[in-house]
T-cell receptor
Framework: KAGVTQTPRYLIKTRGQQVTLSCSPISGHRSVSWYQQTPGQGLQFLFE???????NKGNFPGRFSGRQFSNSRSEMNVSTLELGDSALYLC??????????????FGPGTRLTVL | AQSVSQHNHHVILSEAASLELGCNYS??????LFWYVQYPGQHLQLLLK??????LVKGIKGFEAEFIKSKFSFNLRKPSVQWSDTAEYFCAVNVYSSNTGKLIFGQGTTLQVKP
């Protein structure tokens, strides 16, 4: 099976711009979660989607948003970029079995640099 | 708020030495526990997980972890490390009752194995 794929792998943007990142989960995985990884804050949960619904959201400002499509692919959007948004953004997918979420498998990430 | 603490931020060992990385979490209810590894230039990979049952779990590449509920701990061990184990290791917790994909990560431990 193909793993979690994320596009693009690298992005350079300037302050004030917006950006959209894409994630394709492992086939059959219906839950997609997003994380931000920085040297200072480590890995922090952004949000999780299941069946096109956001089920949980981390402590991030409203500039961070996401969505999930009917094929389980997900996108996250960051508007009005700030320098502090420079990070590795990771997507993870998991099976949901009998209503319970299983192990999350991570993609390679999108490295976002804000200048 | 739930949190995960990894006691060792940077560990340096010689090949064949034994490894133990500490992980403690703060939550009194049922949790699912994970150790992930991030090799240089690679994405996060699952080492092992604990959902229920035998508190001693075995993972890939000779790693194992023991869940001690009374101590809220899930320490990672390997009897003899190899140079190829050089990586960053993350402990993560998922709160069972939330039934969402939110993983709470520790700050990570960088392991450097000297040949």
């Amino acid at each position: 099976k193909a793993g979690v794929t994320q596009t693009p792998r690298y992005l350079i943007k300037t302050r004030g711009q917006q950006v959209t990142l894409s994630c394709s989960p492992i086939s059959g995985h219906r839950s997609v979660s997003w994380y931000q990884q920085t040297p200072g804050q480590g890995l922090q949960f952004l949000f999780e989607y299941f069946s096109e619904t956001q089920r949980n959201k981390g402590n991030f400002p409203g500039r961070f948003s996401g969505r999930q499509f009917s094929n389980s692919r997900s996108e996250m959007n960051v508007s009005t970029l700030e320098l502090g948004d420079s990070a590795l953004y990771l997507c993870a997918s998991s099976l949901v079995t009998s209503g319970r979420i299983d192990t999350q498998y991570f993609g390679p990430g999108t490295r976002l640099t804000v200048l | 708020a739930q949190s995960v603490s990894q006691h060792n931020h940077h560990v340096i060992l010689s090949e064949a030495a034994s490894l133990e990385l500490g992980c403690n979490y703060s939550y009194g209810g049922t949790v699912n526990l994970f150790w992930y590894v991030q090799y240089p230039g690679q994405h996060l990979q699952l080492l092992l997980k604990y959902f229920s049952g035998d508190p001693l779990v075995k993972g890939i590449k000779g790693f194992e972890a023991e869940f001690i509920k009374s101590k809220f701990s899930f320490n990672l061990r390997k009897p003899s490390v190899q140079w190829s184990d050089t990586a960053e290791y993350f402990c993560a917790v998922n709160v069972y009752s939330s039934n969402t994909g939110k993983l709470i990560f520790g700050q990570g431990t960088t392991l450097q194995v000297k040949p």
